[in-house]
C-alpha cells in the first residue's frame, strides 16, 4: 500500500520508519518530510502542498492511506475534506480537533464531562483579564487558546509578569492569532505525564506513558519549548495511576465526543499532573507528541499500519496491541538560541556513525547540494531503546559526542527525575501510593463518624467522646486478624468482604463479654508488600459498611507498605474493635447453671477460620472453585463475609431473654471455643444431629481426606454462635430467631461431651 504523510518533524520521520517496517508498506510519500524522511528506507519526500493539493496527489499516486503528524492540519479540516472525497485518512475531524485547537473550547468540554482539570476561565477582552488577575492566587497558568506550536503558556510568577503577558496575547503581538483568546488557569502542582490512546471514536488502546522534557535549559529551567527530550514508560506511571487516567481523563473524553456528535478517530493526548488530588488534565492534544513519538515508536512491537487501519474501520478492539517490555529515551538536539531566534543550515556532521540500539530521527534538517543542514531549532533526536531506562538514557548520551553542528545546544539530564526516588522510595515504599489509598477511602471512612468523633482520619490518633455511659461502664475490645483468607481473596481478585470479615469478627468476640453491648469504634490495620491503592481502598469500604450496620465507628488506623516483609502479592488485614458495656452484663453470669440451652446461630461460610487447610485441600485435590455448590459457587461460597450476630443478640436483649453466655466459634470450632465460656463444674453435651451441615464442610472433608474429629476442630460446621438461656425461655428465643437450633444442653461436670 502507499502512504501519504504529512509534516516535516521529529514525529514524522519516527512516524515514517514504524511505518516503513510494515511488509504492507510499499512506498511512503512525506509531505514536506526532512533529510531524515529522505534517506529512510520505502521513503520519499515531496513539497509541501495544501490541502487541495494534497486531495489531488492522494488521487493521482494512488494513496491507500493518509497519515497526519501536526495539529495545525487537523484544526484546518484536511480530514473532514480527504473523507469528502472518498479518501482513507486517520486523525480527528475538524469539530474533534477543538480540543486542541481552542483551549477555550477544550476547557469547557472537560467541565462538560467532569474530567478533572485546573479551575480556569477564558477571555478575549483585556480589560476583563486584567481584573480577573487581581482576583487570584498566585501562581498560575495563562495560555494562548489557539495553536502556538507547544509554546503558548507562560508561567508568570507575579502579577506584573502576567499583566505583561496578557498584553502581550491579546494585542496579538506574542503568538499571533492564537493568542487572541486566552485561558487563566490555576498551576497545579506534581509531576507531569504525556499519556496517549489510540481510538476509533468507541474504543480505546492505551499506550506506555511517557514525560516530557519543556524547558530550554536542565534542572527544568528557562522559556517552554516544544520538548528538549522524552522517555517511556516513565516509572512514575503505575498501574493505578493509568487506570485512573484512562477511566476519569481518556475515556469519558472519547465517550463525550461521540455523545456530542465528533466520534474522535486518531490518536489522543492527555497532559496530565499528578497531585495530591489525583489525576488533572492539562491540555488536550490531537495527535502524537513530538518528541514522545520518538519513544514510543521503538517500543511499538505491533505493526503501526493495522493500528492506524483498525482505528479508521471502528475494530481497534478487534486488535491485539503489544509493546516492548524495554525502556526508550530521546535526547533532542537544538540549535543555539532555540526557542528564540537561532540560525540555521548550519552543516551536521557524524550521522553516518551508529550506536548499537540508537536510532536518530531528524527533526530540523534539510538536504542540499547532497549535505545535511539545520532547518529548524531542534535539529535532531537521538533516542536509544533498552532493556532498562538507565542503559538507554546511557547509550543515547554516548552517541551525542559523535554528532555535530555549530551552536548545537542539548540537556543533560532527560529521564533524571526518573531516577530521582527517595530513599524510602528506592526501598520499595511509595508516600504518594498511601496518600492516594488515603484519598480513595477517606469519604467512605467518615461516612460512619458522627458528633462523638473528635479526631480520626488523618489524625496522629483517633478521639471519641465518652458520653451516656451505663452506671458501671466498662471498655471492651478485641484484636484480631483475617488470616489465610486474605491470600485465597487475593488470588481469586475479590477483595470487599474481607473487610466485612475483620469488623464482624471482632464484634462478635466483644459481644461474648457481656449484655447491652454499644459498640464505639474500629481501627484497621492493612499492609503488603507493594501497596495497591485501590485494593485498599476496596477493603477499607468493605469495613465501612459493616462497621454502619453495627453503629460503630471507623476511625481509621494504619496502611503500611513493607517490601521484605511480606510476600509479592499477599496482604495483612487485622483489626480492634472497642466497645462498652455494664459491669453488671459481663458474661458468664453467675446465674449459668446445669439445664441452661445451648442456642446456635447458623454461620454463612468458614468466617476467617481453616483457610490454611481450604487452600490445601484445593490445591491437592485440584478442586474447581467455580463448581457449583448448593445455589453458588465454590469460590463464592469460600468468600462469603464473617457474619456479624450483634442484630439478633439484640432482638433477644429487647425481649428480656435472659442471656447466660455467649460463645463465638472461631478458630479451632466448637471444641475449643465453647468451653471458654464455663466456669470448673460446669461443661455442655452437644447433639451432633440437631444440625445440618453444610455442604461445604462435606466436600473440604471428603476432598481432603479430613478426620471428623479435626474437622469439628479446625471449622464451625455451620455454627457461628453460641448462645446459652434458661431452658424457659428457649421457645421464646426460638420464635423470635426462626433460623435458629437447640444444639444441646449445659451439664454438671468438665469436659465436652458429644452425643
Same mark, same amino acid.
Given at each position: ?191 507531569? %505525564? ?7 471514536? @468507541? ?38 495511576? %493509568? ?22 478517530? *486518531? ?17 488536550? /492534544? ?15 512491537? +505491533? ?10 474501520? *471502528? ?35 557524524? %550521522? ?42 546511557? /547509550? ?42 488515603? @484519598? ?118 494504619? +496502611? ?8 509479592? *502479592? ?12 455494664? @459491669? ?7 446465674? %449459668? ?122 471449622? /464451625? ?39
Amino acid at each position: 500500500m502507499n502512504i501519504l504523510l504529512i509534516g516535516a518533524g521529529g514525529r514524522e520521520h519516527a512516524l515514517a520508519w514504524k511505518l516503513a517496517h510494515s511488509p504492507k508498506v510499499k512506498h511512503i510519500f512525506v509531505s514536506p518530510g526532512n533529510a531524515g524522511t529522505a534517506l529512510e528506507d520505502k521513503c520519499e519526500t515531496i513539497p509541501f502542498i495544501s490541502i487541495d493539493q494534497s486531495i489531488n496527489f492522494a488521487k493521482v499516486n494512488a494513496i491507500d492511506l493518509t497519515v497526519i503528524g501536526p495539529e495545525t492540519p487537523l484544526a484546518e479540516g484536511i480530514v473532514d475534506q480527504f473523507q469528502a472525497a472518498g479518501l482513507r485518512i486517520w486523525g480527528p475531524s475538524q469539530q474533534a480537533a477543538q480540543l486542541e485547537a481552542s483551549k477555550a473550547f477544550s476547557k469547557d468540554f472537560m467541565l462538560r464531562w467532569h474530567i478533572p482539570t485546573a479551575k480556569a476561565a477564558s477571555f478575549k477582552d483585556l480589560t476583563e483579564a486584567l481584573a480577573y488577575l487581581k482576583t487570584l492566587s498566585y501562581p498560575i497558568v495563562i495560555k494562548a487558546s489557539g495553536l502556538a506550536a507547544g509554546k503558548g503558556v507562560v508561567l508568570p510568577e507575579s502579577l506584573a509578569e502576567a499583566e505583561a503577558t496578557l498584553k502581550d496575547m491579546l494585542s496579538g503581538e506574542r503568538f499571533g492569532q492564537a493568542g487572541r483568546e486566552v485561558v487563566i488557569e490555576e498551576r497545579l502542582e506534581g509531576e507531569e %505525564l504525556s499519556v496517549f490512546a489510540f481510538s476509533d471514536g @468507541k474504543h480505546i488502546a492505551m499506550m506506555p506513558a511517557c514525560q516530557d522534557h519543556k524547558r530550554i535549559f536542565d534542572g527544568d529551567k528557562g522559556p517552554n519549548t516544544g520538548g528538549m527530550g522524552a522517555y517511556a514508560p516513565a516509572p512514575l506511571a503505575t498501574h493505578e495511576v %493509568l487506570k485512573a487516567v484512562e477511566q476519569e481523563i481518556i475515556r469519558p473524553a472519547i465517550q463525550g465526543l461521540k455523545a456530542e456528535g465528533m466520534p474522535y478517530i *486518531g490518536v489522543l493526548f492527555a497532559g496530565v499532573m499528578l497531585t495530591q488530588d489525583g489525576p488533572k488534565n492539562l491540555e488536550f /492534544n490531537c495527535r502524537f507528541g513530538d518528541p514522545e513519538t520518538q519513544v514510543l515508536m521503538p517500543l511499538l512491537e +505491533t505493526d503501526l499500519v493495522d493500528i492506524l487501519l483498525a482505528s479508521t474501520e *471502528g475494530r481497534l478492539n478487534e486488535l491485539s496491541i503489544n509493546w516492548h517490555k524495554a525502556s526508550a529515551v530521546t535526547v533532542v538536539l537544538a540549535s543555539g538560541g532555540y526557542p528564540e531566534s537561532y540560525e540555521i543550515d548550519k552543516l551536521i556532521s557524524g %550521522l553516518d556513525k551508529s550506536s548499537t540500539g540508537v536510532k536518530v530521527f531528524h527533526a530540523g534538517t534539510k538536504l542540499k547540494n547532497e549535505q545535511i543542514l539545520s532547518s529548524g531549532g531542534r535539529v535532531l533526536n537521538v533516542t536509544a531503546l533498552e532493556d532498562t531506562l538507565e542503559r538507554a538514557v546511557h /547509550n543515547a548520551y554516548q552517541h551525542i559526542p559523535h554528532l555535530s553542528f555549530d551552536k548545537l545546544h542539548y540537556r543533560h539530564d532527560i529521564a533524571a527525575k526518573a531516577f530521582k526516588k527517595s530513599a524510602y522510595e528506592r526501598s520499595g515504599v511509595s508516600i504518594d501510593r498511601g496518600n492516594l489509598a488515603v @484519598k480513595l477511602m477517606k469519604d467512605a471512612v467518615t461516612s460512619t463518624h458522627h458528633d462523638k468523633v473528635l479526631a480520626g482520619v488523618g489524625a496522629f490518633g483517633g478521639l471519641f467522646a465518652l458520653e451516656d455511659l451505663p452506671q458501671q461502664p466498662v471498655l471492651v475490645a478485641s484484636t484480631d486478624g483475617v488470616g489465610t483468607k486474605v491470600k485465597l481473596a487475593c488470588e481469586l481478585g475479590s477483595y470487599r468482604s474481607l473487610g466485612h470479615d475483620i469488623v464482624n469478627h471482632c464484634l462478635n468476640d466483644i459481644a461474648c463479654s457481656g449484655g447491652g453491648l454499644k459498640p464505639l469504634f474500629f481501627l484497621d490495620y492493612v499492609a503488603s508488600s507493594k501497596l495497591n491503592a485501590e485494593v485498599v481502598a476496596e477493603i477499607v469500604i468493605g469495613m465501612t459498611g459493616a462497621c454502619k450496620a453495627a453503629g460503630c465507628a471507623l476511625l481509621g488506623g494504619e +496502611t503500611a507498605e513493607m517490601p521484605g516483609v511480606y510476600a509479592e *502479592g499477599s496482604l495483612d488485614i487485622v483489626g480492634t474493635i472497642v466497645g462498652l458495656i455494664d @459491669k453488671g452484663q459481663i458474661y458468664p453470669k453467675a446465674s %449459668l447453671k446445669a439445664g441452661d440451652k445451648l442456642l446456635a446461630l447458623p454461620s454463612d461460610s468458614p468466617h476467617t477460620n481453616g483457610y490454611s487447610l481450604i487452600r490445601q485441600i484445593i490445591r491437592e485435590a485440584k478442586l474447581d472453585l467455580a463448581q457449583d455448590l448448593a445455589g453458588q459457587t465454590l469460590a463464592d461460597a469460600l468468600l462469603e463475609p464473617h457474619r456479624s450476630y450483634l442484630a439478633e443478640l439484640g432482638q433477644l436483649e429487647q425481649a428480656s431473654i435472659n442471656i447466660q453466655a455467649l460463645a463465638h466459634i472461631t478458630g479451632g470450632g466448637i471444641v475449643e471455643n465453647l468451653p471458654r465460656i464455663f466456669p470448673d463444674g460446669l461443661t455442655a453435651v452437644i447433639k451432633k444431629d440437631s444440625w445440618q451441615i453444610p455442604p461445604l464442610y462435606q466436600l473440604l472433608q471428603e476432598k481432603g481426606q479430613v478426620s471428623e474429629q479435626e474437622m469439628y476442630r479446625v471449622f /464451625n460446621m455451620g455454627v457461628g454462635i453460641i448462645i446459652v438461656i434458661p431452658q424457659e425461655q428457649l421457645a421464646k428465643a426460638q420464635s423470635l430467631l426462626p433460623e435458629s437450633f437447640c444444639i444441646g444442653e449445659v451439664i454438671s461436670g468438665n469436659g465436652l461431651l458429644w452425643r
